[in-house]
């Protein structure tokens, strides 16, 4: 396993080989709720502070008010019990980069919400948005590797408990947590379930405890509350953080630039749900306009869908070239001139200046290509996948050459 920036305990120095027990905190209303309760009497729920352990996994983007209510109530809590609370983040976004420890202390602080390295960060750099097909890539990514790389060199093998705040309500997260562990001696508790606790009672607790609602943690980017039925809140959130709202527009807007089908939610992007007729919108919006007041750059983006021996799908293959960098208006302009010599058909949205010109439109059939020059704000690296020449070429042999950008 690479290297991490944690130090590897040194035996008769450090106490980390009595850790037995380690609780996972996501910062929202149920394992918040676990937290809380549980401190009120730590023995009575099977539970010895000294050789316990709770990690936090910071993604980079949490909503300002889940911050500002850990300061307020949680982070004095464990102090008080001196609970010890050790904040993580990857390192990059490399594997071999490693974890960063951003905090370990049994009198915590502050809440680091963010380190070295951001989901943002790799989302905007690739040009995406989170899948919501199949399993919760990003988050086992930001979280669940960085928290299982910290575990495997302290635990040692040694037999623990890690408890996961899966509430009442999603009984199938835990079968798969049970079933995904591949930490020697782990064993997965889930306490919220065992107590018959849904959401509500988790809500319902802190709201009594703390006199405060706790709103759910997730990044502000985050895909899945259309999922989880509560968009609608999820909106509100929105509108009551117009900057956070521009930030998460103009990431929608760079990916579906590069690809029309990234919307943030599915069949739905954040855009089309705002409405510039209404005041709180119009305020997200305004922000949205000032994320594109910045350099843009001109792309050449092909994807390739090819198939494997037996006949199925694989993986999507892409490559992604800045060709072009200045002022959204002057590459509109120069992609238009040069499309419309060669007699090619140009998407100008021309209220937030994007251009896309289709060389080889997406298919329904695979195997197929997909080939594009558009314009975005230039936050995108190049990038290209494995083998990707290789594959295109051997695909389009014998097809016309691309378009000339001069």
């Not at 350099?295 to 021996?309: D, G, K, N, Q, T």
């Not at 090619?344 to 290509?369: K, S, T």
Request: a neutral charge; aromatic letters at 8%; one cysteine or more.
């Amino acid at each position: 396993m690479p290297a991490a920036v944690h130090t590897p305990p040194l035996p008769g120095l450090s106490r980390d080989e009595e850790v037995d027990t380690v609780i996972n905190w996501g910062l929202g209303a149920d394992s918040t709720a676990y937290l809380a309760r549980m401190l009120t009497d730590p023995a009575a729920h099977g539970i010895d502070l000294e050789r316990t352990v709770v990690l936090y996994m910071a993604t980079g983007s949490e909503w300002p008010e889940t911050r500002l209510l850990v300061e307020e109530f949680m982070l004095p809590l464990l102090r008080e019990h001196g609970v010890r609370l050790v904040q993580l983040s990857r390192s990059g976004q490399l594997k071999a980069a490693g974890i960063t420890v951003l905090d370990d202390s049994r009198y915590p602080q502050r809440l680091f919400a963010r380190g070295p390295w951001t989901l943002w960060d790799e989302l905007e750099s690739v040009g995406t948005v989170p899948q919501q097909a199949g399993t919760r890539k990003c988050s086992l990514r930001a979280k669940g590797e960085v928290g299982d790389r910290w575990l495997v060199p302290v635990m040692g093998g040694r037999p623990f408990r890690q408890i996961m705040g899966f509430n009442a309500d999603e009984p199938g997260r835990c079968f798969g947590d049970a079933a995904a562990s591949e930490i020697p001696g782990r064993t997965g508790v889930y306490p919220l379930l065992d107590w018959g606790w849904h959401r509500r009672q988790c809500e319902d607790y802190l709201l009594q405890r703390f006199g405060v609602h706790w709103p759910k943690s997730y990044c502000t980017f985050c895909c899945f509350p259309v999922s989880m039925g509560s968009l609608p809140a999820h909106l509100e959130r929105m509108r009551a953080h117009p900057d956070i709202a521009g930030e998460v527009l103009r990431l929608e807007y760079t990916a579906m630039s590069l690809n029309p089908n990234a919307k943030l939610y599915g069949k739905r992007s954040l855009l089309e749900l705002l409405d510039a007729d209404r005041p709180e919108d119009r305020a997200c919006l305004e922000a949205f306009e000032r994320e594109l007041d910045m350099p843009w750059a001109l792309y050449h983006v092909r994807r390739l869908f090819l198939l494997s021996e037996t006949g199925k799908r694989r993986p999507v293959m892409r490559s992604t070239e800045r060709v072009d960098l200045g002022r959204p208006q002057r590459l509109a302009q120069r992609l238009i001139s040069v499309s419309e010599r060669h007699g090619i058909d140009v998407e100008h949205d021309q209220r937030y200046g994007r251009a896309r010109a289709w060389l080889r439109p997406r298919r329904e059939n695979w195997p197929m290509a997909e080939e594009l020059f558009v314009t975005a704000p230039a936050r995108v690296i190049d990038k290209q996948d494995d083998a990707f020449e290789r594959e295109w070429h051997a695909l389009l042999s014998g097809t016309p050459t691309p378009l000339p950008l001069n």
